[in-house]
């Protein structure tokens, strides 16, 4: 279930101290319904999406990715679309806050680091969003 995964990530975070939880979060199919129509971005989220994504755009321990493959002119669409909907992503397919560490655990020069994904291709399905409220309702 995607609660024990956000339970998980932010028990984790405490055990080692540090002070954010990355969320990496597809756009088709995860957020929003696809549309599948070339040069018009799909506008319906899902229900319960852009309450839980207002809600994490607004906690300091939480940062938010646009884990997406959509083209750059479409991403831009797409920020402006959430961010008029108060969602705020702080970056886009990549993670510069956690660099590689050469003497370190992990290489993200090519795979930008995140404690959770929220995508369609990873097992999320939409009716997850309402846990996920529910989830921070109990926290």
């Excluded at 806050?97 to 655990?105: A, I, L, P, S």
């Amino acid at each position: 279930m995607i609660t024990k995964a956000i339970q998980r990530a932010y028990d984790y975070s405490v055990k080692k101290g540090w002070d954010r939880v990355y969320w990496a979060i597809d756009i088709h199919d995860t957020m929003i319904k696809a549309n599948y129509k070339r040069g018009e971005i799909p506008t319906e989220f899902y229900p319960h999406a852009m309450d839980v994504l207002k809600f994490l755009s607004g906690r300091i321990t939480d940062k938010l990715i646009l884990y997406t493959c959509s083209h750059p002119h479409e991403i831009e669409e797409y920020l402006a679309l959430f961010q008029s909907n108060n969602i705020i992503f702080d970056f886009v397919n990549e993670n510069p806050e956690v660099k590689t560490d050469m003497e370190g655990y992990g290489n993200y020069d090519k795979k930008p680091y995140f404690n959770i994904l929220l995508d369609d291709k990873a097992g999320f399905q939409p009716e997850d969003w309402l846990a996920i409220k529910n989830y921070f309702k109990g926290v």
